[in-house]
């Protein structure tokens, strides 16, 4: 596994993390002992970079984390993210109508509490806010997060969806080591503003869904999910959109094929090469995809490669919104 440098920390993280959603949350059954097995195999591979939340499960992603993270604490870089709750304690996606989010100093040290609880450990190595609060100063939100650095409940502060204001703003406060955004070869809004004013400050890119939530292996089947698959509410998976993004998976995938490896390799090793202060977060809950993630970060793309790629993307531009309106709401504040 090859590393790169977590902004200005010296932290040496693998060069894809881990995301752990799927695994409880937003993507079909769960399957306990499936993940854990994943679990196990990143950890062997040299993936020592995880990504987690409170809200993914109501807490039971971290809960499940846990049985992996506490006998190897040594050997993991633990990240987690709090704000988004629940009106009636069941869990949503951040744009169903019983999630909100509460960016607030108060919410904040009974989550972080919580978080710490349900992990089994006495520190948090990266901690986001989730979301920036639109009805919160992120000069407040960011305060009280670095109280919690005093404390020695957690390393690094990070944010995630963030604009540009809103982190120039929070770095003043509190150094912000990462910023997770969706970033992939469909969801490139960072590139105008956010990406160059974080590497101005020194910042890590954490892009999640870099494989664009699997789009280039699930566009096909995406009449098959169930109701526990929050796709079914993304544009992406809807009506003109999903015809259009069929003929661009298939384009992709045929472009992919031709130089021996799968359209979601090509995705993942497009966003790896975009630099080396990004480091992306695929989630999966099965070995096959780990290893074949594992596989992308060594895939080298030349100049003439990214060009094809381009070119594709271009004859496909009606992708559809990455988010349902709701959710979309709360990024890039």
Known sequence: MKFRTLGNTGEQLSAIGLGCMGMSFAYGPADEQQSISTLHKALDSGINFWDTADMYANGDNERLISKVLVPNRDKIFIATKFGFRFKNETAGHSGSP???????????????????????????????????????????????????????????????????????????????????????????????????????????????????RGLFSNINEAQHFGDDDFRKSLPRYQEEFLENNKNLAKEINEFAQSKGIKGTQLALAWVLNQGEDIIPIPGTKRIPYLEENIAAANIELSTADLETVDSILKKYPNVGARYSEGALKLVNN
Do not use: C
């Open 98 to 212: 019983g999630t909100y989010f509460d960016g607030s100093p108060d919410w904040i040290k009974k989550a972080v509490d919580l978080s710490l609880q349900r992990l089994k450990i006495d520190e948090i190595d990266l901690y986001y806010a989730h979301r920036v609060d639109p009805n919160i100063p992120v000069e407040e939100t960011v305060g009280a997060m670095a109280d919690l650095v005093k404390a020695g409940k957690v390393r690094y502060l990070g944010l995630s969806e963030a604009s540009a204001e809103s982190i120039k703003k929070a770095n003043k406060i509190h150094p912000i080591t990462a910023l997770q955004s969706e970033y992939s070869l469909l969801t490139r809004d960072i590139e105008k503003e956010i990406l160059p004013t974080i590497r101005e400050l020194g910042i890590t890119l954490v892009p999640y869904s870099p494989l664009a």
